[in-house]
């Protein structure tokens, strides 16, 4: 008797560090804007959790009217208004925006008579 009571304790047991996770890595990110446009996920804070393999992110950044994206920075660098980060460990990213050159007005030639 005792030890099939043994037998169901060590089981019990069992089942339940079976039942509890294993750590699993959480990692935050960070994206801001600076300028006008916005970012896909949108400019906040997001917590990730690695579960299996190591996660990839592309981050995608939109000017606004009369503005251009210039580039990122941070955990990101590149001109491309695309950048992909692997989330493997706390992340902070900015998309740079500036103002987009005004296109210098070309005067009418005035005809003559």
């Avoid at 890595?25 to 990730?48: F, H, K, W």
Wanted: aromatic content about 8%; some cysteine.
């Amino acid at each position: 008797m005792k030890a099939i009571a043994v037998i169901a304790l060590v089981l019990m047991v069992v089942g339940i560090f079976l039942a509890v996770p294993a750590c699993v890595p959480t990692y935050s990110l960070v994206i801001s804007v600076v300028g006008q446009g916005t970012t896909d996920p949108t400019a906040g804070e997001y917590t990730y959790r690695r579960i299996g393999g190591i996660a990839t992110l592309t981050i995608t950044a939109t000017p606004s009217a009369g503005w251009q994206f210039d580039s990122w920075s941070g955990d990101a660098s590149g001109t491309s208004p695309f950048t992909t980060l692997t989330m493997d460990s706390n992340k902070a990213v900015t998309a740079n925006f500036k103002e987009a050159p005004q296109l210098p007005l070309t005067p009418t030639p005035t005809p003559t008579p």
